[in-house]
């Protein structure tokens, strides 16, 4: 069997890809050593500033909470934490494909966390010392507070709801409900100063088989002093909208803009085009991608390679220098599991690498700071 998912998910979750006119200055093409130069120190540059997040001063205060009573925190996870942040990518950038929310929040809210709780250096655990409908936690934000036996920290959940829908489960043949959550605003303070912040809208549909919960619209801003992070989606059964920033003041560290032309209704079919475009600073994917082309030539026995190229014109730029590096193209491999499809990276000389090897180190600070 062949294996493109790699091929196709890669493209789908970069969304890769803008449909700009080139400056003169990117229409030069460094030479390979150069630019394989480059690629490295850029996606060097790229795992600092995930590292430099991860030292943020919430992010640490919020690592140190779960390390205090791991039971209370992971069901502080499961319950309130209902979007992995890796999912909310991947759906963004693919709505049909992805899920929004994870299997294990479709849970009753009456069983959810609520009231306040504070941290109790003799016993070890959270205390609840007030019932309510909402959420606060006063907790030690690191080993100094704890030591000292001080709460100086502040986890409050000032507005939760969510929507309640009956899906259809066409191989029971039976409809089971589910709550998914419309709005959520959170806070973390230390010392009383603010260091992180939540906002989060969405609306919702049932899909046209009743099996599947359609967002409508999505929007998400989320402050980690000093960093700023928003997306936004909005879409119907022709075409959807997403966009991301994030930035540190008026730096952009990492943005995309992507719409989404499909074929047909968006849970039943594969997107026709994707354009749009993507940026972690330096590096910025641009082009466009005639995404339902790609696909059928990928479906073919073998692939037809040469068409799915065809279909996709995506160069990678440095913006820093204003140069490009190279550009992508698809390529066959052969593995134990088949035939596989994978994206890479063509230089001036004509020698490639995989973009999943030169992206690779990145990945790997991004699922060091999700799992934490």
Same mark, same amino acid.
């Given at each position: ?16 890809? %803008? ?7 990117? =229409? ?9 130069? !480059? ?8 795992? %600092? ?7 943020? &001063? ?10 205090? /009573? ?9 319950? $309130? ?5 890796? =999912? ?5 950038? +693919? ?19 609520t009231g306040t709780y504070e941290y109790n250096f003799t016993t070890n655990v959270f205390d609840q010392t007030d019932q309510h409908d909402l959420l606060v936690i006063y907790f030690p934000s690191d080993q100094a507070a704890f030591d000292a036996n ?22 029971d043949q039976t409809y089971y409900e589910v709550e998914v959550p419309t709005r959520l605003v959170a806070y973390i303070k230390v010392d009383n100063v603010s260091v992180f912040t939540v906002d989060y809208t969405a609306s919702f549909q049932l899909s046209?088989?009743?099996?599947? #919960? ?20 909005? %879409?119907? +059964?022709?075409? $959807? ?9 008026? =730096?952009?560290?990492? /943005? ?12 039943? /079919? ?8 993507? &940026? ?19 479906? &073919? ?9 065809? +279909? #996709? ?24 599991? %088949?035939?596989?499809? !994978? ?5 001036? =000389? ?9 992206? &690779?180190?990145?990945? +790997? ?8």
């Amino acid at each position: 069997m062949k294996t493109k998912m790699k091929f196709l998910l890669l493209f789908s979750l970069a969304a890769i890809i %803008g449909f700009y006119s080139c400056s003169k200055d990117e =229409d030069t093409v460094l030479p390979a050593d150069e630019a394989k130069a !480059e690629v490295t120190n850029a996606v060097n540059d790229m795992k %600092g500033t995930v590292q430099d997040v991860m030292n943020a &001063q919430a992010m640490q205060a919020g690592i140190f909470m779960m390390s205090l /009573e791991p039971d209370f925190g992971k069901s502080l996870v499961s319950h $309130y934490a209902f979007v992995n942040p890796k =999912d909310l990518v991947m759906f963004m950038s +693919n709505p049909s494909k992805n899920k929004l929310f994870k299997p294990s929040y479709y849970a009753k809210h009456d069983i959810f966390p609520t009231g306040t709780y504070e941290y109790n250096f003799t016993t070890n655990v959270f205390d609840q010392t007030d019932q309510h409908d909402l959420l606060v936690i006063y907790f030690p934000s690191d080993q100094a507070a704890f030591d000292a036996n001080t709460n100086d920290a502040e986890l409050a959940i000032t507005t939760f709801s969510y929507q309640t829908y009956n899906l259809y489960d066409s191989w029971d043949q039976t409809y089971y409900e589910v709550e998914v959550p419309t709005r959520l605003v959170a806070y973390i303070k230390v010392d009383n100063v603010s260091v992180f912040t939540v906002d989060y809208t969405a609306s919702f549909q049932l899909s046209t088989n009743n099996e599947e #919960i359609v967002p409508k619209s999505l929007a998400v801003t989320v402050t980690v002093n000093p960093y700023t992070f928003t997306m936004n989606y909005s %879409g119907n +059964n022709e075409e $959807y909208t997403t966009s991301m920033s994030f930035s540190q003041g008026n =730096d952009v560290i990492a /943005e995309y803009n992507v719409t989404v032309k499909l074929t047909s209704d968006l849970w039943d /079919e594969a997107p026709e085009k994707i354009s749009g475009h993507i &940026q972690f600073t330096p590096l910025k994917l641009k082009g466009f991608i005639n995404m339902f082309a790609v696909e059928q030539a990928a479906n &073919q026995t073998p692939a037809n390679v040469a068409l799915m190229n065809e +279909n #996709i014109s995506v160069t990678l730029i440095h913006v820093d220098i204003n140069r490009t590096l190279g550009s992508v193209e698809a390529r066959a491999f052969v593995t134990d599991w %088949g035939e596989s499809i !994978e994206p890479v990276l063509v230089y001036d =000389d004509g020698t490639w690498q995989k973009l999943e090897t030169i992206f &690779q180190p990145l990945v +790997n600070e991004f699922d060091d700071l999700f799992s934490k």
